[in-house]
């Protein structure tokens, strides 16, 4: 059966000891996946989960995906306008317009990056709420665009499961992708 906690033991282990993320020396980034229906139980954890980090030695950075979502989508100064024309849009549209701002400048990415790249050393990155960016954007797209960015362990909280070792389902329902390269933990 399935534990986040035995998960989370590998991932602590992983943390610790770098150079055997794998031969390729990639960037220090971890996938969490988890089963979605744990998605609660998992946020239940966290903050024992932190402070298991902080007794390993380690500071850590909690980032709510959702909050920086919602930070470029207020930014955008386009929500008072969705809203008044929300009644008569199809859903898509709505969508799109918010996926158009959200990919606009790489707005999404590069506000996660800029706190990552100047997050203190010794300091462990956990991404959480990934499952408000459906429909929205993919988290495969943080990855790709981190690459040689990211110089402190950054853990994306993933709910879905892995498929293989460099395949995951996002929420489960996606079609596999894959083409993650970071290393993936749990979600089997």
């Given at each position: ?27 220090p ?17 966290l ?80 991404l ?21 960015r ?39």
């Amino acid at each position: 059966m399935y534990s986040l906690d035995s998960a989370f033991d590998e991932l602590i282990g992983k943390i610790r000891d770098p150079d055997a993320l794998n031969p390729a020396k990639s960037d220090p980034v971890f996938y969490f996946a988890y089963p979605p229906r744990l998605m609660l139980d998992l946020k239940k954890r966290l903050p024992r989960w932190t402070s298991r980090l902080r007794d390993a030695g380690f500071g850590v950075l909690r980032l709510s995906l959702s909050d920086i979502l919602w930070s470029a989508v207020d930014e955008s100064g386009r929500w008072d306008t969705w809203l008044d024309l929300e009644a008569d849009a199809e859903p898509e549209q709505i969508n799109e317009a918010v996926r158009d701002v959200l990919r606009q400048d790489d707005a999404l990415v590069e506000k996660v990056i800029a706190v990552v790249e100047s997050t203190a050393e010794g300091t462990v990155v956990l991404l959480t709420e990934a499952e408000l960016l459906h429909p929205y954007f993919r988290t495969r797209t943080f990855e790709s665009r981190m690459h040689d960015r990211v110089k402190v362990p950054t853990v994306i909280f993933y709910p879905g499961r892995r498929s293989g070792q460099y395949g995951l389902h996002f929420l489960d329902f996606y079609p596999v992708n894959g083409n993650y390269r970071s290393t993936l933990l749990g979600g089997m």
